[in-house]
């Protein structure tokens, strides 16, 4: 696995859940809007690491972690942002469990020293990641291929 597996299950989770319609939120109007404008902060940090882990070739230890140093702070300034929403019920336990997730995310991106250890320490995280896009999407009224995690 070379940096390709983040493409192909971005795809994948696109394929599947693309088609199926949002059910109706679980989130007031002004929740929802808090959320897209933390997730559009969040965007282009998560779109320069993407390109970086996703390239056609694999990027070289150093490249990897210098963007691994640059894309840390922008996952702690999403949880910042999300933790400011008032997120109720079964989104609030979802967004804490995105949180807790991203911590474990953020551990691995922290303490890359190698590609192989980089691979081995994200690859668990990312079925958790879909399973939580999946539930946000159902908890915000969004289709989950529009909800970047």
């Given at each position: 696995?070379?940096?390709?597996?983040?493409r192909?299950l971005?795809?994948?989770?696109?394929?599947?859940?693309?088609s199926?319609?949002?059910?109706?939120a679980s989130?007031s109007?002004s929740?929802?809007?808090?959320?897209k404008?933390?997730e559009a902060?969040?965007?282009p940090?998560d779109?320069?690491?993407?390109a970086?882990?996703e390239s056609?070739?694999?990027?070289?230890?150093?490249?990897?972690?210098?963007a691994?140093n640059a894309?840390v702070p922008?996952?702690?300034?999403f949880?910042s942002?999300l933790g400011?929403?008032s997120?109720?019920?079964?989104?609030?336990?979802?967004?804490l469990?995105?949180?807790?997730l991203n911590?474990?995310?953020?551990?691995?991106?922290s303490?890359t020293?190698?590609?192989k250890?980089f691979?081995s320490?994200?690859?668990?995280?990312?079925?958790?990641?879909?399973?939580?896009?999946g539930?946000?999407?159902?908890?915000?009224?969004?289709p989950?291929?529009?909800?970047?995690?």
């Amino acid at each position: 696995m070379h940096f390709r597996w983040p493409r192909l299950l971005a795809i994948t989770a696109i394929t599947v859940t693309a088609s199926t319609s949002a059910a109706s939120a679980s989130v007031s109007p002004s929740v929802l809007s808090q959320w897209k404008r933390a997730e559009a902060a969040f965007a282009p940090a998560d779109n320069k690491w993407s390109a970086v882990i996703e390239s056609s070739t694999a990027p070289t230890l150093g490249e990897l972690v210098k963007a691994n140093n640059a894309f840390v702070p922008a996952v702690k300034a999403f949880d910042s942002a999300l933790g400011k929403i008032s997120f109720t019920g079964k989104t609030a336990k979802d967004i804490l469990a995105l949180m807790a997730l991203n911590q474990k995310e953020v551990t691995v991106l922290s303490h890359t020293t190698s590609v192989k250890g980089f691979e081995s320490g994200l690859v668990p995280l990312v079925g958790k990641y879909m399973s939580l896009q999946g539930a946000l999407s159902k908890d915000l009224g969004i289709p989950a291929a529009e909800i970047i995690l």
